[in-house]
C-alpha cells in the first residue's frame, strides 16, 4: 500500500504563486508515474501534469506555460511549481501515483487546497 502525502496549498492573489509537494512512501516497486490532479466544485477530476521516471511531462493545455512539474525519483517525492496563477485555477489538487508491477496500481493523495483569490 502506498501513501501520499501532499503540501503547499493555500490562498494566493491572482498572478502569485503556489509550490506543491508529494511525498510518496510504502511502494514495494518503483513508481512509474507520478502527477497531479484538480477537481474544482461540482466538476470532475482533471489531470493537470503528470511525469514519468524519465522525465518525460504531460500538461493540461490551461496550465502549459504557467505550471511546472518534476520530480525526484530516488525521494519518490514530486512537485507542481503553479506560477500566474488564475482564479479559475482554485480546486483540490490530488497528488496519485502509479505502480506498474505486471498489474497497474493507482495511488491517491488526501488533496490539498488551492485558493485564488480575484
Known amino acids: 500500500q502506498v501513501q501520499l502525502v501532499e503540501s503547499g496549498g493555500g490562498l494566493v492573489q491572482a498572478g502569485g504563486s503556489l509550490r506543491l509537494s508529494c511525498a510518496a512512501s510504502g511502494s514495494r516497486f518503483s513508481i512509474n508515474v507520478m502527477g497531479w490532479y484538480r477537481r474544482a466544485p461540482g466538476k470532475q477530476r482533471e489531470l493537470v501534469a503528470a511525469?514519468?521516471?524519465?522525465?518525460?511531462?504531460n500538461y493540461a493545455d490551461s496550465v502549459k506555460g504557467r505550471f511546472t512539474i518534476s520530480r525526484d525519483n530516488a525521494k519518490n517525492t514530486v512537485y507542481l511549481l503553479m506560477n500566474s496563477l488564475k482564479a479559475e485555477d482554485t480546486a483540490v489538487y490530488y497528488c496519485?501515483?502509479?505502480?506498474?508491477?505486471?498489474?497497474?496500481?493507482?495511488?491517491w493523495g488526501q488533496g490539498t487546497q488551492v485558493t485564488v483569490s480575484s
Open positions: 511525469i514519468n521516471s524519465d522525465g518525460n511531462t
Open positions: 496519485n501515483a502509479f505502480v506498474v508491477h505486471g498489474t497497474v496500481d493507482a495511488y
